[in-house]
Nanobody, 124 residues
Framework: QVQLVESGGGLVQAGGSLRLSCAAS????????MGWVRQAPGKEREFVAA????????YYADSVKGRFTISRDNAKNTVYLQMNSLKPEDTAVYYC?????????????????WGQGTQVTVSS
């Protein structure tokens, strides 16, 4: 069983930055991919960013490409989402998610474990 705990959300002005962190339990963090998914009220979930088990490959949604950066530190069992040039449309609850070994890290259906989420609000 994997537990994921997000932190770093908050209220920020448009154009500002936030860094989200996700701490994972267990000893096998390096064996699975990690991703960030967001959901605004009344809207579909959006697969925002993901990184494979080694950190050597990444994925970004077109809506955040060039503004967000996902990274991982396997020694610290932590994945990060650096969010720059934030826009009001980035407002959502951001969830950290983890795959199991062998699952697709680059699509939403590969993710089996989810954190509780952290709220990001960007004011205009």
């Amino acid at each position: 069983q994997v537990q994921l705990v997000e932190s770093g959300g908050g209220l920020v002005q448009a154009g500002g930055s936030l860094r989200l962190s996700c701490a994972a339990s267990g000893r096998t963090f390096s064996s699975y991919g990690m991703g960030w998914v967001r959901q605004a009220p009344g809207k579909e979930r959006e697969f925002v960013a993901a990184v494979n088990w080694s950190g050597g490959s990444t994925y970004y949604a077109d809506s955040v490409k060039g503004r967000f950066t996902i990274s991982r530190d396997n020694a610290k069992n932590t994945v990060y989402l650096q969010m720059n040039s934030l826009k009001p449309e980035d407002t959502a609850v951001y969830y950290c998610a983890a795959t199991t070994y062998g699952s697709s890290w680059y699509s939403l259906n590969g993710y089996a474990y989810w954190g509780q989420g952290t709220q990001v609000t960007v004011s205009s």
